[in-house]
């Protein structure tokens, strides 16, 4: 009678826990293998484990001198005007008309 309700408890334990593993197949082809960090990111794969999300690492953070910026130091967005509003006062702005005219017929 005992070696009954331990068949039982094992096989009530074994089948019906919510612990269920499914079988998932990972994509690993997108991985290409030509570099060293792509295949070391193929072989992850293969075993199942996430390749490492990589970061660019610069020097100088996102430093860029030709950026225009404002008193604090904040970049600012340009603005895109459209092909009425640019004049020929400066240079940049009578390149711009003259791409404008080329390519709507102005």
């Given at each position: 009678?005992?070696?009954?309700?331990?068949?039982?408890?094992?096989?009530?334990?074994?089948?019906?826990?919510?612990y269920?593993?499914?079988?998932?197949?990972?994509?690993?082809?997108?991985?290409?293998?030509?570099?060293f960090?792509?295949?070391?990111?193929?072989?992850?794969?293969?075993?199942?484990?996430?390749?490492?999300?990589?970061?660019?690492?610069?020097?100088?953070?996102?430093?860029?001198?030709?950026?225009?910026?404002?008193?604090?130091?904040?970049?600012?967005?340009?603005?895109?005007?459209?092909?009425?509003?640019?004049?020929?006062?400066?240079?940049?702005?009578?390149?711009?008309?003259?791409?404008?005219?080329?390519?709507?017929?102005?």
């Amino acid at each position: 009678m005992k070696l009954i309700k331990i068949v039982i408890i094992i096989f009530t334990l074994t089948f019906f826990n919510s612990y269920a593993k499914a079988d998932t197949n990972l994509d690993c082809s997108k991985y290409s293998t030509k570099t060293f960090t792509g295949l070391y990111d193929s072989i992850r794969c293969k075993r199942g484990i996430e390749p490492n999300k990589r970061k660019k690492i610069s020097k100088f953070g996102q430093l860029n001198i030709f950026k225009a910026r404002d008193k604090d130091g904040k970049v600012i967005s340009k603005i895109e005007k459209t092909c009425t509003e640019l004049t020929t006062k400066n240079f940049k702005d009578m390149i711009a008309k003259f791409k404008c005219e080329k390519k709507w017929g102005y």
